[in-house]
């Protein structure tokens, strides 16, 4: 939970397309993608404000 | 007298995480990333279906910049708490289930998505495991040929909720996937 009075940062990520045609290993495929961008995304924000403050020190 | 207790938590609960959302919201200071397309598509009215963790729910409400939403909340009476709180956002909700593949609990997305609304849903829950994202997203988006936003939120300054508050987002079957993103 964010504290009052703090910065917050929203990420969108590129989209995750799925086609109508998608078998189950297509599926299967876009799922992990999905995992995997959200994952990278929400570490891209943990990490946004704490390089941004150690910049500011150096 | 449980019964009584109950409708009052229901009543008040969701009453009050409005307010604290709505607070932290005015108080808080922010920035948007890669928000250009994301802006873009939802203005020429193109429909998508919005995905974060459950973990990071709390402020989702203002990742949307529009009306006209339906997210897919869990039958479990947390669901109802976010249900309701999610409602004075002016975010509808539909309750079900998007994990292990039961197509069954995407129904009302699904029927949210035909009439034109947009849709969210968290991959990860409500049973977790945490980061671990369940095949409901990736059906429904097959089927509706959406795309799927996945979006992220991070604070400056945040404080991890101990075990209880965090039951209402969950850590129940957990292994793996969690480590692979920092709490």
Redesign the interface.
């Known amino acids: 939970?964010?504290?009052?009075?703090?910065?917050?940062?929203?990420?969108?990520?590129?989209?995750?397309?799925?086609?109508?045609e998608?078998g189950p290993a297509e599926?299967?495929k876009?799922?992990?993608e999905?995992?995997t961008?959200?994952?990278e995304?929400?570490?891209?924000?943990?990490?946004?404000?704490a390089e941004r403050?150690s910049k500011d020190e150096g | 007298m449980k019964k009584i207790l109950d409708k009052i938590t229901l009543a008040v609960v969701p009453f009050l995480a409005h307010l604290l959302i709505r607070?932290?919201f005015l108080?808080?200071?922010?920035?948007?990333?890669?928000?250009d397309?994301?802006r873009k598509m939802l203005e020429e009215g193109r429909q998508?279906i919005l995905?974060?963790?459950h973990g990071?729910l709390?402020?989702m409400p203002?990742?949307y910049p529009k009306k006209g939403i339906t997210v897919l909340v869990s039958q479990s009476r947390d669901g109802e708490l976010i249900a309701r709180t999610v409602k004075r956002f002016g975010i509808e909700s539909v309750r079900g289930s998007s994990t292990r593949g039961k197509f069954g609990g995407l129904k009302g997305l699904f029927k949210a998505i035909k009439s034109g609304r947009d849709a969210a849903i968290t991959?990860d829950g409500p049973l977790g495991p945490l980061?671990?994202?369940?095949?409901g997203?990736?059906?429904i988006?097959?089927?509706t040929?959406l795309?799927?936003?996945?979006?992220?939120?991070?604070?400056?300054?945040?404080?991890?909720?101990d075990h209880g508050t965090r039951s209402l987002c969950l850590t129940r079957f957990q292994k793996g996937?969690l480590s692979?993103?920092?709490r």
């Open positions: 939970m964010p504290y009052p009075f703090s910065k917050g940062v929203f990420i969108a990520g590129e989209p995750v397309i799925a086609g109508k998608a599926l299967e876009k799922r992990l999905l995992e961008r959200l994952n995304l929400t570490q891209r924000a943990d990490r946004f404000f403050h | 607070f932290l108080t808080m200071r922010f920035t948007y990333i890669n928000f397309s994301y998508i995905a974060f963790w990071r709390l402020m203002y990742s991959p980061r671990c994202a369940q095949t997203a990736v059906q988006a097959a089927r040929n795309p799927i936003i996945p979006m992220a939120f991070g604070a400056s300054k945040k404080k991890l909720l996937c692979q993103a920092s």
